[in-house]
């Protein structure tokens, strides 16, 4: 399945894309009992199994939405954490002569960093170095401590995309990542959340960037150092990860300020990140000419 949140900035519902391309309210279907992408995971595989049956019923009719209008915000409007992963993949190394990291490197973006696709990436004040990063996203599905590597498939409730956007002064400068990667707007993440039944292997899905429709990121999963199941360990050895918790995987080579010479994004850029399989991001680079704050993380509209 697709599961979406759509509607206004703010007032996502949550939604199934079906295959003819409407949308399947599923607040109204649940008579109001599921109002977000985060509390159907929180029902575990037995209410994705039931939304699953749901679908095949004829009162499912009655809930459904016409998508062509809708936008499509982040699937997960209020996620516990957003987990993120720096140098992950060997080109990303590469391209900086950096050494192959021994361990996972973890860093956070915040949740009100979040957006949608077409909404805007917004040009950040006192900076210069604007970046972006396409990444395949895995999203928690159950309660998570002390995973086995091996049984990493149980946690796994499905996969989206996200451009982790970054403001290179600000994370160069700091030398630390959170500030740079955090700005309002910098987590571009969905369309949709592709349930894990769809995807038999993440660690084989080609993953690219385009800016203004020029290639700039074009790489593939196979090339991560770290893959889930060793990044599901390593992050919850002691730290619980819960339903609806999003981990981004690492970006490859080709982000802009490794260009030689760099290639930042600048107001009025077009950004497309997608991975296969699971979808495309298109946003553009606007200056924020209104200062409101995020909509985000909202748990319903
Ligand atoms: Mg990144």
Redesign the pocket.
């Known amino acids: 399945m697709k599961l979406v949140s759509y509607g206004a900035r703010g007032w996502e519902r949550p939604g199934v894309l079906l295959e003819d391309g409407a949308i399947l309210d599923l607040e109204s279907a649940t008579m109001g009992r599921i109002t977000t992408i985060r509390a159907l995971l929180e029902t575990g595989k037995k209410g994705l199994s039931l939304v699953a049956d749901l679908l095949r019923t004829p009162q499912a009719e009655r809930h459904r939405v016409p998508a062509e209008t809708q936008r499509l915000g982040p699937p997960l409007t209020n996620p516990g954490k957003i987990v ?3 140098l992950n993949y060997r080109s990303h190394a590469q391209e900086q002569n950096v050494r192959l990291p021994r361990k996972p490197l973890l860093f956070s973006k915040s949740t009100t960093s979040l957006s949608g696709n077409g909404d805007p990436i917004w040009y950040p004040r006192d900076e210069t170095r604007l970046d972006y ?1 396409v ?1 395949l996203a895995f999203v928690i599905g159950r309660p998570a401590i002390g995973v086995d590597p091996a049984e990493w498939k149980d946690y796994v409730a499905g996969y989206t995309v996200i451009n ?1 956007v ?1 403001a290179r002064d600000a994370q160069f400068s700091d030398r630390k990542w959170f500030r740079g ?1 955090s700005y309002d707007s910098f987590c571009p993440m969905g369309p949709f959340l592709v349930t894990s039944d769809e995807i038999p292997d993440p660690h084989s899905l080609r993953v690219a960037a385009t800016v203004n429709d020029q290639p700039r990121q074009n790489s593939n999963t196979d090339d991560l150092i770290f893959g889930i199941p060793e990044i599901l360990a390593f992050v919850s050895r002691n730290i619980t990860l819960l339903p609806g918790d999003v981990i ?1 995987t ?2 490859p080579g080709g982000v802009g300020i490794f260009w030689d010479p760099p290639r930042c994004l600048e107001p009025g850029d077009t950004v497309t990140v997608t991975v296969e399989g699971i979808g495309s991001l298109t946003n553009q680079v606007s200056t924020r000419d209104v200062l409101e704050p995020s909509p985000y993380p909202h748990p319903r509209g």
């Open positions: 993120a992963l720096g990063e990444e982790d970054s990667k981004a690492g970006t």
